[in-house]
């Protein structure tokens, strides 16, 4: 009988062992595109970018450019009910960013921030664009607005129209003038991190599936400055390393990423939110460097709602968006 419960608990405690060994523990982040075929990807410049397009390939591309550097573009997906209205939507997480292959800190290092992004969207819409007379719309939100105004400034006769949200500044001075009124602590509570160099790569022993976590969590506080923060369904996953390379660079180059853009004469709709760190004035400053503009503040919503928030996008920021495409289209 004790041999039988001997060989029992035996039996029980391998048959334990096999199962824990066979179970695999949960990610901290999804898997990027080289580690997941299935997910949609498409390879520029030797990476490989997760990428999707929405709509009839021909039409007017508008290419989305999301928010970081090391956001993704899960946050402005609503941007894709703009293929309802006859447009190529195209979405894609930059490099190291969102479910996009990721890079060490070195090889970050031997590329400026031209060579890291601009060259990226040149290729990105080189792969999307089908026609050479196929007009391109650049729909920038935060960084992303700051990498279109950036793009345009040096290829103005390859854009037909900038949508741009909240940019930051164009600047570097004005950038991280910006950065720290964003990050400012509110009362009661921790300050917010997330862009620190030295908090995000410090560690070399740390991976980077535990960094993008790190942001993560940083993404989903509550912020008094910029308003409503990014919940667990606007994104798949951070990308610190890329972030803290940019940041490096900026702070190392002092870049005017507005270089160029006087020569960029067409529309420009230039939209912002109701938030602490984003004032009217700001919205002033910022935009003063394009020619010819229109200014829309989103009422009630923060950094990222005139997207996220299904209803301001659908009854605010949509319709300001057709009504902007529209009068562009006057102009071809």
Same mark, same amino acid.
Request: aromatic share 12%; net charge neutral.
């Given at each position: 009988?004790?041999?039988?419960?001997? =060989?029992?608990?035996?039996?029980?405690?391998?048959?334990?062992?096999?199962?824990?060994?066979?179970e695999?523990p949960t @990610?901290?982040?999804?898997?990027?595109?080289?580690?997941?075929p299935?997910?949609?990807?498409?390879?520029?410049?030797?990476?490989?970018?997760?990428?999707? =397009?929405?709509?009839?390939?021909?039409?007017t591309?508008?290419?989305?450019?999301? $928010?970081?550097?090391?956001?993704? !573009?899960?946050?402005?997906?609503?941007a894709?009910?703009?293929?309802?209205?006859?447009?190529? +939507?195209?979405?894609?997480?930059?490099?190291?960013?969102?479910l996009?292959?990721?890079?060490?800190?070195?090889?970050y290092?031997?590329l #400026?921030?031209?060579?890291?992004?601009?060259?990226?969207?040149?290729g990105?819409?080189?792969?999307?664009?089908? /026609? @050479?007379?196929?007009?391109?719309?650049?729909?920038?939100?935060?960084?992303?607005?700051?990498?279109a105004?950036? !793009?345009?400034?040096? !290829?103005? /006769?390859?854009?037909?129209?900038?949508?741009?949200?909240? @940019?930051?500044?164009?600047?570097?001075?004005?950038?991280v #003038?910006? *950065?720290l009124?964003?990050?400012?602590?509110?009362?009661?509570? =921790?300050?917010v991190?997330g862009?620190?160099h030295?908090?995000?790569? #410090?560690?070399?022993?740390?991976?980077?599936?535990?960094?993008?976590?790190?942001?993560a969590?940083?993404?989903?506080? +509550?912020?008094?400055?910029?308003?409503?923060?990014?919940?667990?369904?606007?994104?798949?996953?951070?990308?610190?390393?890329?972030?803290?390379?940019?940041?490096?660079?900026?702070?190392?180059t /002092?870049?005017?990423?507005? *270089?160029?853009?006087?020569?960029?004469?067409? @529309?420009?709709?230039?939209? !912002? $939110?109701?938030?602490? =760190?984003?004032?009217?004035?700001?919205?002033?400053? +910022?935009?003063? +460097?394009?020619?010819?503009?229109?200014?829309?503040?989103?009422?009630d919503?923060g950094?990222?709602?005139?997207?996220?928030?299904r209803?301001?996008?659908?009854?605010?920021?949509?319709?300001?968006?057709?009504?902007?495409?529209?009068?562009?289209?006057?102009?071809?």
């Open positions: 009988m004790i041999r039988l419960i001997f =060989a029992t608990c035996c039996l029980s405690l391998l048959t334990l062992a096999c199962s824990k060994k066979k695999e @990610p901290l982040v999804p898997r990027t595109v080289d580690q997941d299935s997910l949609p990807s498409v390879l520029i410049n030797g990476r490989l970018l997760h990428s999707e =397009a929405f709509g009839q390939a021909g039409n591309l508008i290419v989305c450019l999301h $928010g970081g550097p090391g956001a993704d !573009y899960r946050y402005l997906l609503n894709k009910d703009l293929a309802d209205y006859g447009y190529s +939507v195209v979405f894609y997480d930059q490099v190291g960013s969102g996009s292959q990721r890079f060490e800190e070195q090889y290092k031997k #400026s921030i031209e060579e890291i992004f601009v060259n990226e969207l040149r990105i819409i080189a792969k999307y664009k089908t /026609k @050479p007379n196929q007009k391109v719309i650049l729909l920038g939100h935060s960084w992303g607005a700051i990498l105004t950036y !793009y345009a400034g040096k !290829y103005p /006769k390859e854009i037909e129209g900038l949508a741009l949200f909240e @940019p930051g500044g164009l600047i570097w001075e004005d950038i #003038s910006y *950065v009124k964003s990050q400012a602590p509110c009362q009661g509570m =921790a300050p991190r862009m620190e030295s908090g995000l790569v #410090s560690d070399q022993s740390d991976s980077q599936e535990l960094l993008d976590y790190q942001m969590l940083s993404a989903g506080t +509550v912020n008094c400055n910029t308003g409503e923060s990014l919940i667990e369904g606007d994104f798949w996953r951070m990308g610190a390393v890329v972030a803290a390379a940019a940041f490096e660079q900026g702070e190392k /002092k870049p005017d990423l507005s *270089v160029g853009i006087g020569r960029f004469s067409k @529309p420009v709709l230039f939209g !912002y $939110g109701d938030n602490k =760190a984003y004032p009217d004035s700001w919205a002033q400053k +910022v935009s003063s +460097v394009f020619i010819n503009k229109q200014l829309f503040k989103v009422s919503v950094h990222s709602g005139m997207f996220t928030n209803s301001v996008w659908t009854n605010t920021t949509l319709p300001q968006l057709l009504n902007y495409f529209s009068l562009l289209q006057k102009h071809w």
